[in-house]
C-alpha cells in the first residue's frame, strides 16, 4: 500500500503556499511533515484528503493515479487540526461510525471509562483529542492523516498513542504532522520538510538545522 502525492500548486490570493511538492506515504512507514507556522502543513492534509482543492496535483495509490477525492473512499481517515466531531455527538456514536472499538480504548486508557454514555462537549480538551486520535487509529482506513494529534495530550497519552501509532503502521500508510519535532523525529519512519514552499525529504536530523527549521543545538 503507497500513497504518492505529487506537484502539488497551491495558491491563495495568489499568494502561491505550496509548489512542486511530492510526498510518500506506505505501510509500515509513519511518514513526518515538520515546517515552521503557516508554511502549507495542514493544506497539504486537506488536499491529500480531498477537502481543498488546489490549482494542480496528483495523487497515486500503489502507482495507479487516483482522480476522485480520496474522502471518498473508505481508504483514507483524516484528523484535522481542531475537532473532528460535533459536540452533541456521543462518543459511542463515533466509535460505531468509524467501525473503532470502544472496547479498546477503554484497556488501552480505563480512566475513560467513566465516559462511557458522554458526548464530548462533556469531555476535557485533552481527552477529546486523546478519543479522536484513537477513532482514527483503530478505524479500519489503509491511510491515516493525523494535523497536530499531540496538541493538548499530556506526556504519558502522548507516549501512549506513539506505541499505538508504532503498532498500527503494520497495517496502515500513516503521515503526521506536529510541532514537537522531537517526537516526530522519534516515530517517523520518513521525514519531508516544507520550506519556501517545497518538500524535502530528511536525511538526518542535521538537514533540520541546514534548512533553517532548527537552530543550532536545539536537538
Ligand atoms: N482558506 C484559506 N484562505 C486563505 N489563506 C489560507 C487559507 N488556509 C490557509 N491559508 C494560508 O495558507 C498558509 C498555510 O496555512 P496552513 O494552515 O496550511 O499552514 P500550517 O503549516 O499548517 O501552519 P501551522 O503550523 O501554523 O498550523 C498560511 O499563510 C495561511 O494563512
Not at 83 to 99: I, V, Y
Not at 110 to 121: L, N, Q, T, V
Request: hydrophobic share 40%; glycine share 6%.
Amino acid at each position: 500500500m503507497k500513497l504518492e502525492i505529487d506537484n502539488v500548486e497551491l495558491s491563495f490570493s495568489g499568494r502561491k503556499i505550496l509548489s512542486g511538492i511530492y510526498v510518500k506515504a506506505e505501510k509500515g512507514k509513519i511518514t513526518g511533515l515538520l515546517g515552521s507556522n503557516g508554511c502549507g502543513k495542514s493544506s497539504l492534509l486537506k488536499i491529500i484528503f480531498g477537502n481543498l482543492k488546489p490549482k494542480n496535483k496528483l495523487i497515486k495509490i500503489n502507482d495507479q493515479p487516483f482522480l476522485k477525492p480520496l474522502y471518498t473512499s473508505k481508504k483514507v481517515k483524516y484528523l484535522p487540526q481542531h475537532h473532528l466531531f460535533l459536540k452533541n455527538l456521543r462518543l459511542k456514536k463515533a466509535f460505531n461510525l468509524f467501525e473503532a472499538e470502544w472496547n479498546l480504548l477503554i484497556s488501552a486508557f480505563p480512566e475513560m471509562g467513566k465516559h462511557a454514555d458522554a458526548k464530548f462537549d462533556d469531555l476535557s480538551g485533552g481527552e477529546r483529542r486523546l478519543t479522536e486520535i484513537f477513532i482514527i487509529i483503530n478505524s479500519s482506513a489503509e491511510f491515516i492523516l493525523l494535523d497536530e494529534p499531540f496538541t493538548h495530550l499530556s506526556p504519558l497519552y502522548i507516549e501512549k498513542i506513539m506505541e499505538l501509532l508504532q503498532k498500527e503502521k503494520q497495517n496502515k500508510a500513516i503521515i503526521l504532522t506536529d510541532h514537537l519535532y522531537r517526537h516526530i523525529l522519534d516515530l517517523a519512519d520518513n521525514i519531508y520538510l516544507i520550506k519556501d514552499r517545497h518538500s524535502h525529504l530528511i536525511k538526518g536530523p542535521a538537514d533540520l538545522e541546514k534548512f533553517n527549521y532548527l537552530r543550532e543545538g536545539m536537538l
